[in-house]
């Protein structure tokens, strides 16, 4: 009788086991990809603005999280030389699943080039092209841009004590567009007038011209008298000189006005003297004429 009630036992045990899954292990987590596709090698792939990797082999696998709601997902592919691949992911995939988006890019037609030949006077200056250096200018004086991109091109050059060249070039494409530029001497300076504190009136030699900070350019070359002047302080006046080419930096320190307050004077009030009696003319004649009459009386004794 024990071998049948073991018997028993283990097809409870499977049952429970095939049919409870809190019973039986736990089947670890699988993961979920986005499998983006692209007919360019090298491509790379980002995911809401932040890049996850390129293309290789025509794929890239992007680890993704499950979901039951609708997601967002902002897909894009780049590569140079092709149009740029934008795409709005809803569907996140399923576990252990992938989902396969396909990034088709096209190619741009080739850029239009064209030569810039530039001859300079004098020679030596530094040639940028959009910002971008091109090289110096050597005493040849011509220098050539060859297979630049054909359209409007920000030219400039600069040579030490002479004013920047610049100018918008369109270039021609498949063309040769020439160019004859004359640098201009400079002649001038500049001056910086700063003050503590600020916002007080600038005088060159006498006549305004700003307000602390400011720049004065286009100055000739030379010693200039400077007047600083501002409310409640101080003129401060000060020299310097103007050097070609050059900003010349001037600093003034104002002092305030102090007006001083007159300090009070303590005297003691001398006392008033009490006028002596005088006696009354009427009295004086009241008594002389008492006296005449006691005198006469007597005398009638």
């Not at 004013?163 to 300076?189: A, C, H, Q, S």
């Not at 305030?256 to 006696?279: D, F, L, S």
Request: aromatic share 6%.
């Amino acid at each position: 009788m024990e071998k049948p009630n073991i018997l028993f036992l283990f097809l409870i045990a499977g049952l429970l086991t095939l049919f409870c899954p809190g019973v039986a292990e736990e089947s670890p987590a699988m993961t979920s990809y986005y499998e983006i596709r692209s007919n360019v090698e090298n491509a790379s792939v980002y995911f809401n603005g932040e890049f996850v990797g390129t293309i290789q082999k025509g794929s890239l696998l992007v680890e993704a999280e499950t979901s039951n709601r609708p997601v967002n997902y902002q897909l894009m592919i780049t590569a140079p030389g092709y149009t740029t691949y934008n795409e709005t992911l809803v569907q996140a995939p399923k576990p252990g699943k992938s989902n396969i988006i396909r990034g088709t890019l096209t190619a741009l037609p080739p850029a239009k080039t064209g030569t810039l030949s530039l001859a300079v006077s004098p020679p030596g200056g530094e040639v940028l092209v959009d910002g971008i250096s091109s090289g110096f200018i050597d005493q040849s004086g011509i220098h050539v841009l060859r297979d630049i991109t054909a359209g409007y091109r920000n030219i400039q050059i600069t040579l030490a004590g002479y004013k920047d060249w610049f100018e918008r070039v369109y270039v021609e494409p498949n063309m040769n567009t020439k160019i004859r530029v004359t640098l201009t001497p400079i002649t001038t300076g500049s001056l910086q007038v700063s003050s503590e504190p600020s916002s007080a009136n600038v005088l060159l030699n006498g006549a305004p011209v700003g307000i602390t900070p400011v720049t004065i350019p286009d100055l000739p070359a030379g010693p200039v008298q400077i007047q600083l002047t501002l409310p409640g302080y101080q003129d401060w006046n000060g020299e310097t000189s103007v050097m070609i080419g050059q900003t010349v930096p001037v600093f003034g320190t104002l002092i305030p006005i102090v007006i001083e307050t007159p300090k009070p004077v303590n005297t003691t009030p001398e006392a008033t003297p009490t006028p002596e009696p005088t006696q009354s003319p009427l009295l004086i004649g009241t008594v002389i004429g008492a006296l005449g009459g006691v005198a006469l009386i007597r005398k009638k004794r």
